[in-house]
């Protein structure tokens, strides 16, 4: 069974975050949501998620996949941990898939993976990173790298995680399910 690991900081788009992780467990996919620290994490509109462990803790096992809710300040605070870019790198460096919405993909421009890579975002969360190809769709794939454009995208977005992890069969079954 993919496993995959959903960092939550303090600010991430709830949307994105709970959309990511219901999809991907409705495909039978082992997620784990890991906070930056140990405390409950506050999304960007007062939500308040409790993820499943800390990213310290999480940071002792292996994933198929990593995926970066956006929103904003949680973007920002993804860029600056440390451990965050460290394991994003350590990902693409052993070809696992590394997946972002709205802003959170230029966390991914951050730690140098997208660097002449096609990806989309939020509009203006990639501007300052002139060595990507940034695209205007709302979904968007280089090699295992994938990236979508915010809120309103995060279920395609999903689907197409639980299609690359699981294969199209699981995507048309969870498909199904939602009644799209």
Partial sequence: MPKVLVPLA????????????????????????AGLDAQPVRASRGVMLLPDTTLDEALKHSYD?????????????????????????????????????????????????????????YP???????HVQ??????????????SRGPGTAMDFALTLVERLAGHAKRAEVEAGLQR
């Fill in 134 to 147: 940034q695209q205007h769709t709302a979904l968007e794939e280089d090699g295992k790298l994938i990236t």
């Fill in 10 to 33: 303090s600010g991430c788009e709830e949307i994105e975050a709970v959309t990511v992780i219901d999809i991907l467990r409705r495909a039978s996919i082992e997620v784990v949501s």
């Fill in 65 to 121: 996949m990593v995926v970066l809710p956006g929103g904003q300040p949680g973007t920002n605070n993804l860029k600056q941990d440390a451990r965050i870019l460290d394991l994003l790198r350590r990902m693409a460096q052993q070809d696992q898939y590394v997946a972002a919405i709205c802003a959170a993909p230029s966390v991914l421009a951050t730690a140098g993976l997208l660097d002449g890579k096609r990806a989309t975002c």
């Fill in 124 to 130: 203006g969360s990639l501007d300052a990173f002139p």
